[in-house]
């Protein structure tokens, strides 16, 4: 098949979380699986350019891309995404990507991420690339369905057999934006094709019109696609997605193992597997000296890798950690960046427990690797969660993960049982301190017990979450919608 495949992240060009990931990972494995995958992501300044060959393609050049009242011109250039023989495209449009961050929320957010879904599918009708599927993300590229039955629709040798996909990897970030960006959309004439209400109240809300238009919705998990329909999780989407049941399903991301296994990392100072943990114990010395934390025998490590942001739950950690962290019971590795108010929280942790705490706010994909090889435990306490991608990397390095019962979490962290030697990490219900404290609790005792701990660590590496299982489902998916 054919899939044009959009996205405002691809690993490792430009990341900030999950997305980043899997808009890799994704179209690597359909590639390999013998369809003509074209991803499209825009060319942020940011990324690093002497690392990659990017190579501009002629008759992409200076397109003019016109849309409502704004005209861009952009050129589409292209680089080799690693560990595959597919190419990335990128839309090279200094005035809207030459910015300090890849989501710069100024003023004109709605253009910046437009551009990128006019730009694809114009050059894929300068290209004659006659897509089977045109899968987009989140909502910055949610509005391509619309404009695939407005502006595009015209071009039925390019775009008559299209079906669209919009995944959604977090349901909380829409993209609204008040009504008097419409004329800048490029969809004033076909505004009755709009949410109506919304629009007399004042907003164009993108991921609501990808919803609304795209053949098929999926997200990231099973438990996640059914939390969504509910008013709890909804992120007052829910009602529309209710409406749109048969149309949405949840389909687990995948692990690149590629980039993400113990037994292959180029990042972490030792590699090991769930028959050589020699390796792994390596690991964490090296990690807390790195960290400049001193080494406590018998005590665990916790780690922690993510955005700060108040949907990882982490304003639960100074009631829940405290008394254990006063007793010595651990140490902490944090490495995240985000909401002032959580670097304020551990920064505070770290000057109360130096011997105990360390945090670092840097953006740092090496780091993050040595923290999932190095740490004992990998901690999630999460109010919701989409798939999670950190937790599935944890289980693969025998980094024992302790996490909410929620989304993709639910659907990935078995909770121990030592009576029958099954289950793969921590498991905890309820959103309060209380709960992360029995969860700690419960992984410190397990972890005094050596045989429990190295069976639970064990299990866990031998799962396997590979994204062979996930490209199944997705291609199944686009053959369906055919
Ligand atoms: P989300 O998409 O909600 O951020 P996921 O668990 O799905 O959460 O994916 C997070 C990804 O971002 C993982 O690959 C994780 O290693 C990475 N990541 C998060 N914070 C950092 C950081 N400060 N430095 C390096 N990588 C990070």
Same mark, same amino acid.
Do not use: V
């Given at each position: 098949m054919n899939v044009l495949f959009l996205s405002s992240e691809v690993a490792p060009f430009a990341k900030t979380g999950g997305l980043g990931d899997v808009a890799a990972a994704l179209p690597r494995a359909l590639h390999r699986r013998g369809h003509d995958v074209r991803v499209f992501m825009p060319f942020y300044s940011? #990324? &690093?350019? *002497?690392?990659y060959r990017f190579r501009s393609i002629d008759s992409l050049r200076g397109m003019r891309v016109i849309f409502g009242t704004r005209s861009f011109e952009v050129s589409i250039f292209a680089a080799q995404l690693p560990h595959s023989m597919m190419e990335v495209f990128f839309v090279h449009c200094p005035q809207l990507?030459?910015?300090?961050?890849?989501? @710069?929320? =100024?003023?004109?957010e709605h253009l910046r991420f437009l551009v990128l879904c006019y730009a694809a599918l114009e050059a894929a009708q300068r290209m004659r690339f006659a897509p089977d599927v045109v899968h987009c993300n989140d909502w910055?590229? @949610?509005?391509v369905p619309l404009l695939l039955k407005t502006r595009? @629709?015209? =071009?039925g040798a390019i775009f008559g057999r299209a079906r669209s996909v919009l995944t959604i990897h977090?349901? *909380?970030y829409q993209g609204a934006f008040p009504t008097r960006v419409l004329p800048e959309t490029g969809l004033l004439r076909d505004?009755?094709?709009?949410h109506q209400d919304q629009l007399k109240e004042g907003r164009i809300n993108f991921l609501l019109h990808g919803i609304l238009y795209a053949n098929a919705v999926t997200t990231v998990s099973p438990t996640y696609a059914k939390e969504?329909?509910?008013? &709890?999780?909804? @992120?007052?989407?829910d009602g529309f997605l209710r409406a749109r049941e048969s149309s949405v399903f949840g389909i687990l991301n995948g692990v690149d193992y590629d980039e993400w296994s113990p037994q292959a =990392?180029?990042? #972490?100072p030792q590699r090991y597997g769930p028959d050589w943990l020699e390796g792994k114990e390596l690991c964490k010395g090296e990690l807390l000296s790195r960290a400049r934390l001193p080494s406590l025998p018998g005590v665990p490590l916790l780690g922690i890798v993510s955005r700060l942001a108040s949907q990882k739950g982490f304003e639960l950690l100074p009631d829940a950690l405290g008394l254990a962290l006063r007793e010595g019971k651990f140490q902490l590795v944090v490495q995240g960046s985000g909401e002032k108010r959580f670097e304020r929280m551990f920064h505070d942790l770290r000057r109360r427990f130096p011997r105990q705490v360390r945090f670092q706010t840097q953006f740092d994909n090496a780091l993050a690797h040595w923290i999932q090889a190095g740490s004992d435990f990998f901690l999630m306490p999460s109010k919701? &969660?989409?798939?999670?991608l950190t937790q599935l990397y944890a289980l693969k390095y025998g980094t024992v993960p302790i996490v909410r019962k929620t989304g993709g979490l639910a659907d990935t962290v078995q909770l121990w049982s030592p009576r029958t030697g099954t289950g793969t990490g921590i498991v905890f219900d309820d959103f309060n301190a209380q709960a992360v404290h029995w969860a700690l609790e419960a992984a410190f005792n397990i972890y005094r017990d050596r045989p429990e701990y190295r069976q639970l660590q064990r299990n866990g590496m031998l799962q396997d979450f590979s994204w062979d299982r996930s490209v199944k489902s997705y291609e199944a998916l686009y053959a369906r919608l055919r």
């Open positions: 940011r #990324i &690093e350019q *002497n690392k990507y030459s910015r300090h961050a890849i989501y @710069a929320h =100024d003023g004109d910055q590229t @949610a509005m595009f @629709a015209w =071009d977090n349901l *909380n505004s009755h094709l709009l969504i329909r509910t008013p &709890e999780f909804g @992120a007052n989407m =990392d180029k990042h #972490i919701y &969660e989409p798939c999670g």
